[in-house]
Structures are given as C-alpha cells and as structure tokens.
C-alpha cells in the first residue's frame, strides 16, 4: 500500500514538472525592439523638465523614475520622447490654465514634426481625463469626446507601430481626496466617473467593428487598464497618506512602505509595477 501511495505520488509531481515545463515553453514572449519610445500624459507620465536636447513636461511628480522612464530601460529603446506635462486636461488646456499642454495638444506637436521620428514607435497614450472631473464635470462624456479625436487623428497619420492605450487612473482612493471636507462624496462620483469612462473607452478600443483596433489595422493596439495593477501593487502600502521623512522615526526603508509621493500621486514603487506589466503585455503582443 505505502509502495502504491509512493508510486502514485512520484507520478503527480512528474506530471506537475511537465505540464510546468510545457507551459514555460509554450510560453515565448517575443522580444520588443523599440527604437522610439513617445509617451502621452497628464503628472502620472510628466518625466520633468531636461537641461538639454527635445524638453516637454513641468515635474516629475514622483519621488523616482516615473514608469515611462522605467519602461524606456526596460525596452532599452534607442529614443525617448516624453511630451506629458503634470496638469494636462484631456483636451488642450491644461487644469490650471488654457491653450496648450493638454493631452490633445501634446498629440498635435507631436503630429506637427512627426517626419523628424522614427515611424515604427512604440506609443504610450495616458489620456488623462481624471483631472477632467476635478472641474465638477459630472459625466464622461466631454472627456471620451476628446479621446476619441485624439486618437483618431493619431491613428490616421501613422502607417506603422505599436499604441498602447492607458486607462484613466483612479484618483478616489488617493490621500488628497480621503483627507478633503466632502470626501466620502468626492470619492463615490470619481469613482463612478472614472469607471465609466474606463467601460466606455475599452470599448472604443476594442469595439469589434469601429474599435481603434480594428479600424487601424496597420498598427498594434492594445488597451491596458493600469487600476488592477496599482491596487496589486500597493495592497501591502500605506494608502491613507503620503511618505514623507519629516518625521524622527524615518529609517533607510520607510519610503518603500508607501503608495504615495504625495497626495495625488502614485509612489515609483507603483510607477515599476506599471512599467513591468506595460513591458509584459508588449511581449505577449
């Protein structure tokens, strides 16, 4: 009985190895070549300001490499070009002031000296919107409106290349809008604006016959919903406020226990966790 019970045993886990093993060779993520990375976005892609060469952005909204930067290395592609800036609306203003650095006029720019790029680029588009509803806007529709044209008018002048489109990210569990007077109201129609935008935009993309996806067939189109990933990655983290070290009990670590830089934006231990899974689904692609 004990011999049978062995045997039986011996033979699960030769089982086991092999359906591992075949699954891990069936499994071939294919290498991405990227000679030009170009992101989109609103303070969750702005990269800052650089001294020199092509600038675009305000700050980095980050207390380290944002998951632009991190992708970049990650792809190890041969140009970078970050036109986001922190504040960018979805259409052209921007939160604080009007005319330029919205996400719809970062596109144009880009579209404007598009011929100086290569025309096979890998394109992360971070639409922003989630300010958008910071306006007291109480439906989706101007945003996805504004989305919308976007990305057809990026489509439709590129012959080639990879788009990678972002969901908006939900803000209604940040500190700043936890610690605000009406938070428990602020918290639910963000909440709700933000997950029908999302709903409606999946659709946009992926919609079988007016979908981007379909309707540019000479490019690679993927829709990624980075919410799944930020709440996988700070479920272990302090969510409720942001790290700062103004405090004696800082130690070397402390920085690393916290989903926050600040009271709106995600800490670079979620901006990896990002950029690892953008890079993954590259892969598979």
């Not at 952005?57 to 930067?69: H, Q, S």
């Not at 009007?98 to 971070?126: R, T």
């Not at 709903?199 to 993309?205: P, V, Y």
Request: charged content about 20%; glycine content about 6%.
């Amino acid at each position: 009985m004990l011999h049978s019970n062995l045997m039986r045993s011996a033979f699960y886990i030769v089982v086991l190895i092999n359906t591992y093993t075949t699954a891990r060779i069936l499994h071939k993520p294919r290498e991405v070549r990227c000679s030009t990375l170009i992101v989109f976005g609103d303070s969750f892609s702005d990269d800052g300001v650089e001294a020199m060469g092509p600038s675009h952005g305000f700050v980095r909204d980050c207390n380290g490499p944002n998951y632009a930067e991190y992708l970049n290395k990650l792809l190890q592609c041969e140009t970078y070009l970050n036109f986001a800036y922190s504040g960018a609306k979805s259409g052209q203003d921007n939160f604080y002031f009007n005319g330029w650095s919205g996400v719809q006029w970062q596109v144009d720019k880009f579209l404007e000296a598009e011929s100086e790029y290569d025309l096979d680029p890998i394109i992360v588009f971070q639409s922003g919107g989630s300010i958008d509803f910071f306006t007291g806007d109480n439906d989706s529709t101007a945003v996805l409106s504004n989305i919308q044209s976007t990305l057809h008018k990026l489509t439709k002048n590129l012959d080639r290349g990879t788009l990678i489109v972002l969901s908006l990210m939900d803000v209604s569990s940040a500190p700043g809008v936890r610690s605000s007077e009406d938070s428990d109201d602020l918290r639910f129609r963000l909440g709700q604006l933000v997950s029908d935008t999302n709903r409606k935009l999946g659709q946009l993309i992926l919609d079988g016959d007016l979908g981007v996806r379909r309707m540019s067939p000479s490019l690679t189109v993927q829709y990624i919903d980075i919410n799944p990933i930020i709440l996988t990655s700070t479920y272990h983290l302090n969510t409720t406020q942001p790290f700062s070290h103004h405090s004696p009990d800082t130690s070397i670590r402390s920085a690393f226990r916290y989903a926050y830089h600040d009271l709106w934006n995600p800490s670079t231990i979620v901006h990896y966790a990002v950029a690892k899974d953008i890079a993954r689904q590259l892969q598979d692609l």
